[in-house]
């Protein structure tokens, strides 16, 4: 679901269907980081994965605490999450923090070191993705549309240029798109550009 977060909580629910707005209809700062960065809450979900020979089975369930199921995108130490936080957005650098937010561009030739500590710079729980938590995406893909061909299935992304796009085309539709078209942006489960760009 996507969200503002600002110092680390909820500050309001977005529209999925548009970000610009909050989920009452009225306006959504989702510019200037006045009102949070635009996230996308994830729930807890168990994950199984399991290898039989060459076939690959991939199971999820929305109990919370399913002993036959792991937890691990929605773990940090010991501690157990009801939910992690994934910026909607290609991440850009303002006043030295790395920000998830619409109309920027995204920045670009760093090191991976460097957009670690603009992350943690906006302060306690702000990191760079996960490993756990880019697993937990793919099989939320792979269970949602059965493809191992993302582009055919959702779309190709924006793969037909080298430019970095400014964040926030995809503002208006909806938490899944995609077209044809290899200069057009897409978006899985509200992130935009998840691929491409």
């Given at each position: 679901?996507?969200?503002?977060?600002?110092?680390?909580?909820?500050?309001?629910?977005?529209?999925?269907?548009?970000?610009?707005?909050?989920?009452?209809?009225?306006a959504a700062d989702i510019t200037s980081g006045t009102d949070g960065d635009v996230m996308i809450a994830f729930p807890r979900r168990g994950l199984s994965i399991s290898?039989?020979?060459?076939?690959?089975?991939?199971?999820?369930?929305?109990?919370?605490?399913?002993?036959?199921?792991?937890?691990?995108?929605?773990?940090?130490?010991?501690?157990?999450?009801?939910?992690?936080?994934?910026g909607a957005y290609k991440g850009a650098e303002v006043s030295t923090k790395l920000?998830?937010?619409?109309?920027?561009?995204?920045?670009?030739?760093?090191?991976?070191?460097a957009f670690r500590t603009l992350a943690q710079a906006?302060?306690?729980?702000?990191?760079?993705?996960?490993?756990?938590?880019?697993?937990?995406?793919?099989?939320?893909?792979?269970?949602?549309?059965?493809?191992?061909?993302?582009?055919?299935?959702?779309g190709q992304g924006y793969v037909g240029g080298s430019a970095a796009q400014t964040t926030g085309a995809t503002n208006a539709n909806g938490m899944n798109y995609g077209s044809t078209s290899t200069t057009s942006r897409m978006k899985l489960f509200g992130i935009e550009d998840f691929w491409g760009n």
């Open positions: 679901f996507p969200v503002t977060i600002l110092d680390g909580a909820e500050n309001y629910k977005l529209n999925p269907a548009d970000y610009s707005k909050k989920l009452d209809g009225s290898t039989s020979g060459s076939i690959v089975t991939i199971k999820m369930t929305d109990n919370p605490n399913d002993p036959n199921f792991e937890y691990n995108a929605h773990t940090r130490g010991a501690n157990s999450r009801d939910q992690f936080y994934l920000r998830s937010l619409s109309g920027k561009a995204p920045t670009a030739s760093k090191t991976i070191g906006n302060g306690t729980g702000y990191e760079q993705s996960g490993f756990y938590q880019l697993i937990f995406r793919q099989c939320m893909y792979l269970l949602k549309y059965k493809n191992l061909d993302s582009q055919t299935a959702v």
